[in-house]
């Protein structure tokens, strides 16, 4: 099966490509610039019919690099390319069995919703432009590929795990790892009972490959991808320090992102998985991560 991942030098994509065989590389996109970035995925659709043949296919969308503290116009900005894959696919749809998998956010479309844990049947209520944008992309990925292609949507919890960027606001579990390391302290914006639910990127790749395995139809389908466990900052803190046998450098403040943010975002995922990573073994695996990038040599700056 040819599996073209777009957005594979993310934290998720990059791990659904570990887990893909025969994968389809059509170059780099243009991402700084929305409408190249369209016009580029547009014309690599089209070549991905002549890619994929007469064999099975499998297209998995993970790009983007919105937040929930992401202004609205940058936000809505990320439908441009999107639209521009979407529609190179549906004029020029592979002749074998195939499946187009959106990643979506379960945190940005069910931050207001009411009565967690949350399913697929829970009616979303985004709190941020980050969260309209998915229910956006989720609309527009349905309507566009209906009765072409089967769409599956995965809603996806909060995920962590080696590699995560650490220059945006999200990634408490990598923060906290940086925290310990460096003993600069990590800022919360929100109690320290609020409650997530983390899955690692590889546990949500394998979660993501099971649900495309599962389409048959020419419909869509929203799935949650998550790993159905419930765990507080506070109880995270206390893992990292636990783990790193210091007491991380936490400081309590505010940011205006913290009204977007629900208090408790439990979820019910769509598929249990037999063997799910436990929190302590990957909040590890993240500080074993970071422990390693901090010993990496800097490159030497020109001063004259």
């Given at each position: 099966m040819i599996t073209w991942v777009i957005g594979s030098g993310g934290l998720l994509g990059s791990a659904v490509a570990r887990h893909c065989g025969d994968?389809?590389?059509?170059?780099?996109?243009?991402?700084?610039?929305?409408?190249?970035?369209?016009?580029?995925?547009?014309?690599?659709?089209?070549?991905f019919e002549q890619a994929a043949k007469d064999g099975p296919w499998r297209v998995i969308w993970a790009a983007g690099s919105a937040t929930t503290s992401t202004a609205r116009e940058d936000a809505l900005a990320e439908l441009v390319p999107l639209e521009g894959l979407l529609s190179g696919l549906r004029s020029a749809v592979p002749r074998g069995?195939?499946?187009?998998?959106?990643?979506?956010?379960?945190?940005?479309?069910?931050?207001?919703?009411a009565n967690p844990p949350?399913?697929?049947?829970?009616?979303?209520?985004?709190?941020?432009?980050?969260?309209?944008?998915?229910?956006?992309?989720?609309?527009l990925t349905a309507?566009?590929?209906?009765?072409?292609?089967?769409?599956?949507?995965?809603?996806?919890?909060?995920?962590?795990?080696?590699?995560?960027?650490?220059?945006?606001l999200q990634g408490l579990i990598s923060h906290l790892a940086r925290a310990a390391v460096t003993r600069q302290p990590v800022n919360i914006f929100v109690p320290l009972d609020t409650t997530r639910d983390y899955i690692t990127a590889d546990d949500a790749a394998a979660a993501i490959l099971h649900a495309i395995a599962q389409r048959r139809t020419a419909s869509t389908s929203t799935e949650?991808?998550?790993?159905?466990?419930?765990?507080?900052?506070?109880?995270?803190?206390?893992?990292?320090?636990?783990?790193?046998?210091?007491?991380?450098?936490?400081?309590?403040?505010?940011?205006?992102s913290a009204i977007a943010q629900a208090s408790d975002l439990r979820l019910v995922p769509s598929f249990l998985r037999p063997q799910v990573t436990p929190i302590p073994v990957g909040v590890k695996a993240v500080y074993d991560d970071i422990l390693v990038r901090a010993q990496r040599p800097q490159p030497a700056v020109a001063t004259g």
């Open positions: 994968r389809y590389e059509p170059g780099p996109v243009p991402w700084a610039d929305p409408e190249q970035a369209r016009l580029t995925l547009h014309t690599q659709a089209r070549k069995e195939g499946c187009f998998f959106l990643t979506s956010s379960a945190g940005g479309v069910y931050a207001g919703s949350f399913t697929v049947a829970t009616r979303p209520v985004p709190l941020s432009p980050y969260g309209e944008l998915k229910l956006a992309q989720e609309a309507h566009t590929l209906a009765g072409i292609v089967p769409v599956v949507i995965g809603r996806v919890s909060n995920l962590y795990g080696p590699g995560q960027n650490l220059d945006k949650i991808i998550a790993s159905g466990r419930g765990t507080t900052i506070g109880q995270l803190i206390r893992t990292m320090n636990e783990i790193t046998k210091r007491k991380v450098p936490v400081a309590l403040g505010m940011h205006p």
